[in-house]
Every structure is written in structure tokens, then in C-alpha cells.
């Protein structure tokens, strides 16, 4: 089979997940070119990554990929999905997919009327450990899943987490909220290990949602994140599912077994059949074995991102969505929301209807 061709625009620290997924699959992947702003940089990449890059938009186009990856700041995401997708190509897009309600309603407009083929790399759904807590929720170990206390993700990934865990579809939702500057000693970063003892200050966000859907009625949601848990050997992330006959928490699931009597389960990380090709050595050891953390590491997020990418040939061939366009605009929305709750706190804060919310 043919790998999937595709360029990447942008160049950024996020963009360079998706050079090395191509790099390792050189047989599912072909990385064309990538397309940096400066040529300097752009130079530098190429000389450092062994991968073809240009500062021309034209060259990207001339070699007519299967797709095209935005990965971009979150201000130009929008502008640079609708342009490219209006050139006639496809597109994953990096999230959010857009920054406030009108770009949003664009893009699904550009869907809906345009034909456009846009997709969202939400990605956190696929990690192995939440794949295997969702994949639980699904088969009903837990009965119907009403209540989620999330602290494993920013913003639109945590309402698309909420989202899935609750098992419902886009539609209405009111919210309060509240955001407070704590204090916490540097340990970590994107970049290695901080040791000189500096502190920072962080804001964290706490929300209340109440979901008031047809299908999603009395479930309910609250949102506990500050963005030094990415980052941190002092801090942790924490997940809890609820629903009538069970939980899961963190790595633990916790039901009713078929004889009445209570189960308690360590969650190992599931790794979906489809992607077989996909697993490392490190995803499979760590696949095997029980940990008691929540542990979300940059082998599980390169997989997650990799099965998408995967996944765009089914969605070039035959229209089955990677990430559904709809639930994309909804993450992005809900964080719109959410931003609205903190810069008034306490005040409750609603959901209008949106062209992608259908029945809801």
C-alpha cells in the first residue's frame, strides 16, 4: 500500500510530533515538505531532521499531497485550515480549531456548504490508558456514567475528555466558574528538568458544568486544571468517572461483577488491533504493565496522533471522520464558554445553539 503523502504548515515545538511519527513509519507516512515561515529556520530544520522544507506555500502545493497538517499558532489555526482546505485539500488540524464563534462557524460552514474535508487532531481520546478507561465506560461496566472531576488536561482536550467519558453528544450546557494564581516550584518543562528551585506562578481553572441535553440531562462535569500538571515532578493529574453500578479512578475501575459482588481492576492500557503497525516497544511494555499514576507520557501522545494520521486514509476513501468536525467546533466552544466563566466568576454562564449541535 502506498503511504499517505502529506506537508506540514508550520514548524513549531507540536509540528515536530508529526516529522518524527513520519520518520518512524516511513511506510504508512511520506512527510513531503514542511513549510517554515523564515528561511532560516526552515534551514536549520532541515539540516537538523534530515526532511525537505521551503518558505513557499507554492512548492508545498505542487507536490499535491494526500493531506495537509496545519500546525500553527492557535491565532492563524482558522485562517490557515480555511486556506488551505479551500485550495482542495484535505486538512487535520491542530487544536483548537478555532478562536471564537465566528471562525468556528466558518469552518463548518466551509464542511457543510464547501464540501471542505477538515478533520481535528484531538488526540487524548486515543491515548492507551484513557482509550481503556473509555473502552470500560462504553461496555457498561460503570451502568450510564453521570458524573466526571477531570484534572488531566486544558481547556477544549478537557471538555472533549468530559465529553466521551459522559458518553454524550454536542448540545446545550451552562457552567459557572472560577480561576485562581497559585504558586508552585519549577521542576520540569518541554524542555528537561529545572533544578535552581525558581517558583512561578500558575493559573488554575475550576468549572462546573451541567449538561441539559436530551440524551445528557443531569450529567454533570467539574474541571480542576492548572498547566503546570503537563509539566511537573511535583504535580499530578488526576481523573474520576462515576455512573450507578461503578467508577473508574485514575487506573483503577472499581464495578459490579456478574455474581453481585464488587470488582476492583487495575486499568492497563489498551492498545486498539487497527494500529497494531503503530505499537513500539515502549508503548507495549508499558501497555503491560500496571501503574498506579496516571501517567499520559509522549509515547502515548505521538501514538494517539499517529492512529489519526492512520486513520486519514479511511476518511480520504470513504469519508469516515478521524475526529468528528462537529465535536471539534464543540471542544472549542465549550472552552470559549469556560473562558467566559472565569473572567466572571461565579455568574452562570450558557450554551446557544450552534449549527452543529442537530437535534440536541
Not at 98 to 126: C, D, F, H, P, T
Not at 330 to 353: C, F, R, V
Request: with cysteine.
Amino acid at each position: 500500500m502506498k503511504p499517505l503523502s502529506f506537508i506540514i504548515i508550520g514548524c513549531g515545538w507540536r509540528a515536530m510530533f508529526f516529522v518524527r511519527i513520519a520518520k518512524r513509519f516511513p511506510e504508512y507516512f511520506q512527510l513531503k515538505y514542511m513549510l517554515c515561515r523564515s528561511r532560516e529556520k526552515a534551514e536549520r530544520i532541515a539540516a537538523e531532521q534530515g526532511i525537505r522544507t521551503t518558505t513557499s506555500a507554492a512548492e508545498c502545493e505542487a507536490v499535491r499531497p494526500d493531506f495537509v497538517v496545519a500546525s500553527v499558532s492557535r491565532d492563524a489555526m482558522c485562517q490557515v485550515t480555511e486556506e488551505w482546505a479551500q485550495k482542495g485539500f484535505a486538512v487535520l488540524c491542530e487544536t483548537p480549531a478555532g478562536m471564537n464563534v465566528e471562525e468556528l462557524k466558518r469552518l463548518w460552514e466551509l464542511k457543510e456548504s464547501g464540501g471542505a474535508k477538515i478533520q481535528v487532531a484531538e488526540q487524548y481520546i486515543r491515548y492507551p490508558i484513557v482509550a481503556a478507561g473509555l473502552r470500560a465506560v462504553r461496555q457498561g461496566r460503570l451502568g450510564e456514567p453521570y458524573g466526571v472531576r477531570l484534572s488531566v488536561a486544558h481547556d477544549y482536550h478537557g471538555a472533549s475528555l468530559i465529553r466521551h467519558m459522559l458518553g454524550i453528544e454536542p448540545g446545550p450546557v451552562r457552567m459557572r466558574g472560577q480561576r485562581y494564581t497559585i504558586p508552585v516550584t519549577q521542576t520540569d518543562s518541554r524542555y528537561g528538568a529545572i533544578t535552581d528551585g525558581s517558583v512561578k506562578q500558575w493559573d488554575r481553572g475550576c468549572i462546573s458544568m451541567e449538561f441539559t441535553g436530551k440524551s445528557a440531562a443531569g450529567k454533570t462535569a467539574y474541571y480542576d486544571f492548572s498547566g503546570v500538571q503537563y509539566h511537573s515532578f511535583i504535580r499530578s493529574r488526576h481523573l474520576n468517572v462515576q455512573g450507578r453500578d461503578g467508577e473508574w479512578n485514575d487506573t483503577v475501575l472499581r464495578y459490579m461483577g456478574e455474581d453481585g459482588l464488587p470488582v476492583k481492576e487495575p486499568l492497563l492500557p489498551w492498545l486498539a488491533p487497527e494500529y497494531r503497525e503503530l505499537e513500539t516497544e515502549e508503548l507495549r511494555k508499558t501497555a503491560g504493565q500496571w501503574n498506579p499514576a496516571l501517567e499520559l507520557d509522549s509515547a502515548q501522545d505521538e501514538y494517539a496522533i499517529a492512529s489519526m494520521m492512520f486513520d486519514m486514509r479511511a476518511y480520504l476513501e470513504g469519508g469516515r471522520e478521524v475526529y468528528p468536525l462537529a465535536e471539534a467546533l464543540e471542544d472549542a466552544y465549550t472552552w470559549l464558554l469556560m473562558e467566559k466563566a472565569w473572567q466572571n466568576p461565579g455568574e452562570m454562564i450558557e450554551s446557544e445553539p450552534m449549527p452543529w449541535h442537530g437535534n440536541q
